[in-house]
């Protein structure tokens, strides 16, 4: 048993919370917070004598992202009852889908170091969010309904993943979809995006297998592909010791960095499913599908490569650009601004960028604006400012605001490109630093490096960096 090798068996249900204005039955608010127990009515309470209303756009939603994941929308859909009982579910039963999910048999590519892979989706179904239990220290426990209600797709993969990473890239990539077509604000701190992972490991030789372990209610990405990692581990450790896993559902403990025995597995006979009784069946027609489709943004993957194509950047950095929709549109924005693809990719992702994960900020709160930052582009292409001068004036704009040709005034950051005044600098700093002029006859190329330097100094920054280069090596030549 110790010499078998393993290969690990992925799949992942994730929880989004779609981003209606209303919730899944009733015409309570989806908006997060709120006083506790205020966002709620008779109806997401489930109490006696009340009816449920479908929020068509939510059935909208789900259908988009069916749609954006390749899946093929049913004609013919209905809802169903869930029955268990936990105390942040009022009614002791859920409305969601059983036998007639909205969408089936989908698919993405995902990219890793591996390689591409394409990933099955097994099923997209829509279903209503429970409450939310409130612990305290005392260990009593309080309940806020106000989430009860509020609209959710759930979305099951086939077990295609092998490893964290593919887990990892399929979740990044799942998160960049859903908020590109706006069906949900994907904010996993206020629960708007829950993950749940199965695990199991297979002998190679597909003749030994553990049982499915779920891990419930991943708080992040991280968190997701941490479970995995230690999931496998403790599947092979107690095949290898000749014992298997229990079909059991487990918490991740961040702290401790490892999964703990939560319960046993439910089998879907334990829901006891049945057709919702007071939601009549619905259909859903070739037209109607056609205009959801037609509402689509185009998708990151196709605007990656259209990135690469029509701006001559890198893979990786398009990639980047387009891992947020919002990200993206900056791009474009500052591109149409700039007119140079490079050099506007360069200045998001080498200073931008940097500067937001530092300071742990979103685009939306900058304090200069996209054509503010496409003039300081400019300047540095029309050769006004030399990269040293415009990054000083980058920290200006991001850590004040303000205009950026009032900024390179007021520090005097103009760049000259006058060859005659260069020319006499390169002059009197070669006249100054003869030990440097030989060094660099005798082959020592650092030197000249160093004389650039001089030169940019005496110059205070100014000085057209490609003009000096050049008026440098020509007067060199000539001694």
């Not at 990719?345 to 939306?364: A, V």
């Given at each position: ?9 992925v ?22 917070g709120?006083?506790v127990n ?11 004598g ?15 992202t ?42 993405v ?15 997209i ?7 939310k ?44 979809t859903?908020?590109y077509?706006?069906v ?15 695990v ?51 918490r ?26 007071d939601i ?7 037209d ?27 893979e ?9 929709r919002?990200m ?12 140079d ?18 300071e ?12 503010q ?11 006004t ?50 030990q ?18 001089q ?8 000085a ?11 007067a060199?030549?000539n001694?």
């Amino acid at each position: 048993m110790s010499e078998m090798k393993f290969k690990t068996l992925v799949g992942l249900e994730i929880h989004a919370e779609l981003a209606t204005a209303s919730k899944m039955f009733c015409g309570c608010t989806t908006t997060y917070g709120g006083d506790v127990n205020t966002h709620c009515c008779p109806i997401c309470l489930g109490l006696p004598g009340t009816l449920p209303v479908v929020n068509k756009r939510a059935i909208e939603f789900a259908i988009q992202t069916g749609l954006a994941f390749n899946a093929k929308i049913a004609k013919k859909s209905k809802m169903d009852r869930k029955n268990y009982f936990y105390p942040d579910l009022v009614k002791a039963f859920q409305i969601s889908q059983y036998d007639m999910p909205l969408c089936e048999h989908g698919h993405v590519d995902i990219e890793t170091a591996s390689g591409k892979k394409r990933i099955g989706i097994e099923r997209i179904h829509i279903e209503e969010d429970t409450g939310k239990s409130l612990h305290a220290e005392d260990g009593s426990s309080l309940l806020d309904y106000n989430r009860c209600g509020v609209p959710l797709i759930e979305i099951v993969t086939l077990p295609d993943m092998s490893s964290a990473e593919e887990a990892g890239a399929f979740l990044e990539l799942l998160k960049s979809t859903l908020e590109y077509i706006e069906v949900s604000d994907c904010k996993m701190e206020q629960g708007s995006l829950r993950c749940d992972v199965n695990v199991n490991v297979v002998s190679e030789d597909g003749t030994v297998k553990s049982n499915i372990a779920e891990i419930k209610n991943l708080n992040s990405f991280k968190a997701a592909m941490k479970a995995i990692e230690f999931e496998t581990k403790r599947h092979i450790e107690l095949l290898e010791r000749g014992e298997n896993t229990l079909k059991e559902t487990r918490r991740w403990d961040d702290a401790k960095n490892e999964t703990f025995h939560m319960r046993t597995k439910e089998f879907v006979q334990d829901y006891r499913y049945f057709p919702e009784p007071d939601i009549v069946d619905f259909e859903i027609d070739a037209d109607w599908i056609e205009r959801l489709e037609l509402e689509l943004p185009e998708l990151p993957e196709a605007r990656k490569h259209r990135f690469i194509s029509a701006y001559g950047i890198p893979e990786y950095d398009a990639g980047v650009l387009t891992s947020t929709r919002q990200m993206a549109d900056y791009f474009e924005t500052l591109v149409n601004s700039v007119g140079d693809g490079k050099l506007a990719s360069n200045w998001i992702m080498t200073e931008l960028m940097r500067r937001l994960k530092d300071e742990g900020l979103e685009l939306g709160a900058l304090r200069f604006t996209v054509e503010q930052f496409a003039e300081l582009i400019a300047m540095v292409k029309d050769g006004t400012l030399n990269q040293n001068a415009a990054k000083k004036v980058f920290r200006r704009l991001f850590e004040e605001g303000g205009e950026p040709k009032a900024i390179v005034e007021a520090e005097g950051l103009v760049q000259t490109s006058d060859t005659g005044l260069i020319k006499d600098t390169v002059d009197s700093v070669l006249s100054a630093n003869p030990q440097s002029v030989e060094d660099y006859k005798n082959g020592k190329d650092r030197a000249f490096g160093f004389l650039v330097g001089q030169v940019m100094k005496a110059s205070k920054g100014k000085a057209n960096p490609q003009v000096v280069n050049e008026l440098l090596a020509e007067a060199l030549k000539n001694l």
